[in-house]
């Protein structure tokens, strides 16, 4: 089965600090990965995917198949980009799912 | 405005009750969701449908039961409330592709339920 590991609940960070959320995950075939975020009062949006490689707000994230992870990262982290991250795993298939990581908090302060 | 939305946003009512929330999404997608988040953020997935017919049913008690009357909405019914439903609760929909590789989901702004 497939599976989602996100090994942090919390990362404090300085504004302009570099941020790695990691994640690592589980799965034979060929996955989709998506990182999710949770503003605060806010509902949960998609923030990237791999298949599209970009970069949204600054973050990006490489799906590294021999690690199985899918890190997303910034080089300069902003009071903004506190939120709740999600790391989501799916694969192709007529009952697919997305299955979450547990999230990590990010805290950046001033 | 385009979106996924849920009533009621919050919800508290004791024990032994059943409860509904309703969800509806107008982006014309055909493929909708519900998510569970405890008390420790931690998302699960519990029923998904697509164009009106389940497709996913994780192991959710008998107690919940999804209803999908069209497209565009997804309902969910909770029998008998326990404290341990305590949660919030999150429908998304999704537009799948051809190919069967999986779209954004799009999620509404959750259902705080409190059973007391």
């Known amino acids: 089965a497939q599976r989602v590991t996100q090994p942090e609940k919390l990362l404090s960070v300085f504004k302009g600090a570099p941020v790695e959320l990691k994640c690592n995950y589980s799965?034979?075939?060929?996955?989709?990965l998506f990182w999710y975020v949770q503003y605060s009062r806010q509902r949960l949006q998609l923030l990237l995917r791999?298949?599209s490689r970009e970069s949204i707000k600054g973050f990006t994230a490489d799906l590294n198949k021999g690690e199985t992870s899918f890190h997303l990262k910034k080089p300069f982290a902003q009071e903004e980009d506190s939120a709740m991250y999600y790391c989501?795993?799916?694969?192709?298939?007529?009952?697919?799912?997305?299955?979450f990581g547990k999230g990590i908090t990010l805290s950046v302060r001033p | 405005d385009t979106a996924v939305s849920q009533t009621p946003k919050y919800l508290v009512t004791q024990m032994g009750n059943d409860k509904s929330i309703k969800c509806e999404q107008n982006?014309?997608?055909?493929?909708m969701y519900w998510y569970k988040q405890d008390s420790k953020k931690f998302l699960k997935i519990m029923f998904s449908?697509?164009?009106?017919?389940?497709?996913i049913n994780e192991t959710v008690p008998n107690r919940f039961s999804p209803k999908s009357p069209d497209k565009a909405h997804l309902n969910l019914h909770i029998n008998s409330l326990e404290l341990g439903d305590s949660a919030v609760y999150f429908c998304?929909?999704?537009?799948?592709?051809?190919?069967?590789?999986?779209?954004?989901?799009?999620f509404g702004p959750g259902t705080r339920l409190t059973v007391l």
């Open positions: 791999h298949i």
């Open positions: 982006l014309g997608h055909d493929t």
């Open positions: 998304a929909s999704s537009q799948d592709l051809a190919s069967g590789r999986r779209n954004e989901q799009f």
């Open positions: 799965y034979s075939g060929s996955p989709e």
């Open positions: 989501a795993l799916s694969f192709p298939g007529a009952n697919s799912k997305l299955t």
């Open positions: 449908y697509n164009n009106k017919e389940l497709i």
